[in-house]
């Protein structure tokens, strides 16, 4: 008799432990997502991360929180700092100028960039293939963008010759987006102009450059706020020269022709990397993926303005086209 008191006693036990870790409450996963930038700047990019996650069956303030954090450059470093001290799960980070920051602030976090013009060049990974430590990601820049952005040029501007290029020496991801362009330059038979535009005087002087040199057209390795894209725009059409960039903004603000990743896309695929390290995986064995998606976007009301005929063909290629 004794013998069934203790394994109903036993029994009970297991019971009443069963029941009590039933109660309580699931772990939600959370997520920190750093930018230096403004959110409403990227905004279709964070609403793509979001269809992403949800695409994976996570819905935020549900079964997955997400810490969004945004600020100047400047700021970053604390906001990383800050993210760190919530123990968050994963990092998300919206380009090099968070990445950097997120780097500095934590080595076991695991961080995820959604962009990124040259992982290995800036010192985020050991390789693509093995990232070996704790930043895994998508890389922005495909090898052959700049080949495709002078073809681009070559059947809009078939004499295109001399172009002005400008970069900003002190931007992550610069030199290599220049070496690839000064490849593809060669292969095309153009010559380069590389002007430095480090900040928003500069540009009035890139252009006066360009204008001397006799430049054909202008592509635009460097990011500009919606103040300088405005400067640009009214520059190229005063200097009647058609402008390339691999960023769609521009080509919103009155730029002619965008060609590059496109961002949506890797902001969206990189909840598939915060999928699988919430499941178990390492970002040491999680390889870089590159764009496997590209945006042609043309302006027509510019090509205009400037005195340029867009080849049919070029037009049908375009996955937008602004009039």
Do not use: H
């Not at 979001?50 to 945004?70: A, D, H, P, T």
């Not at 070496?179 to 928003?200: M, S």
Request: hydrophobic content about 45%; aromatic content about 4%.
């Amino acid at each position: 008799m004794s013998r069934c008191i203790v394994l109903f006693m036993l029994l009970l036990s297991l019971l009443i432990l069963r029941f009590a870790e039933a109660q309580q409450p699931t772990k939600v996963p959370q997520v920190g997502f750093l930018a230096a930038i403004s959110p409403v700047a990227i905004s279709a990019r964070i609403e793509a991360f979001r269809q992403g996650l949800n695409e994976l069956g996570y819905i935020e303030g549900k079964n997955i929180g997400v810490e969004w954090r945004s600020a100047g450059a400047d700021r970053v470093p604390g906001l990383a700092a800050e993210l760190v001290r919530l123990k968050v799960d994963v990092i998300v980070t919206a380009g090099p100028l968070s990445t950097r920051p997120a780097q500095g602030a934590t080595k076991t976090i695991p961080i995820v960039m959604a962009q990124d013009d040259d992982p290995v060049g800036n010192g985020f990974v050991a390789s693509l293939a093995r990232p070996g430590g704790n930043i895994t990601g998508l890389a922005s820049l495909s090898p052959d963008l700049s080949g495709k952005q002078l073809e681009l040029l070559k059947e809009i501007v078939p004499k295109l010759s001399r172009m002005a290029v400008l970069g900003n020496s002190t931007r992550p991801g610069n030199a290599r987006s220049l070496r690839e362009t000064e490849l593809a330059a060669e292969a095309f038979g153009v010559k380069l102009q590389y002007l430095d535009v480090l900040g928003p005087k500069d540009i009035d002087t890139a252009f006066r450059e360009a204008g001397r040199a006799r430049a054909d057209a202008v592509l635009m390795l460097v990011a500009t706020g919606v103040p300088q894209r405005k400067q640009v725009v009214e520059l190229a059409v005063k200097s009647r020269l058609p402008v390339i960039s691999g960023r769609p903004e521009l080509v919103e603000a009155g730029g002619l022709m965008t060609y590059g990743a496109s961002l949506n896309d890797l902001y969206r695929r990189a909840a598939t990397y915060v999928d699988k390290i919430l499941k178990g995986a390492k970002p040491a064995d999680l390889p870089i993926e590159q764009p496997t998606k590209f945006e042609l976007v043309i302006n027509l009301k510019t090509a205009k303005q400037i005195g340029l005929t867009i080849p049919p063909n070029v037009l049908a290629r375009a996955d937008r086209v602004i009039r």
